[in-house]
């Protein structure tokens, strides 16, 4: 990832590293590695291992990831 920031501040490299630690408890993307264990419900309605993995790394925004009760 590449950010440019332009600011005439002293407290850029502080604000860079996040210190309020903004987004951490209501996350918008989910970043997941390759090879990362796929699942899908079973006939009973429960999460199970699909046997498939991811093949690539990925990132998805939240908002559209559907949510399994």
Known sequence: MHIE???????????LTNPENAGE??????KYPQGATLF???GEEKLADAKRLTRAPGILTLSGVPVIK
């Not at 920031?5 to 604000?15: E, K, N, R, V, Y």
């Not at 408890?25 to 989910?30: E, R």
């Open 5 to 15: 920031c332009i600011s005439t501040g002293d407290d850029l490299p502080a604000f």
């Open 25 to 30: 408890d209501a996350p918008a993307f989910l």
């Open 40 to 42: 899908a419900k079973d």
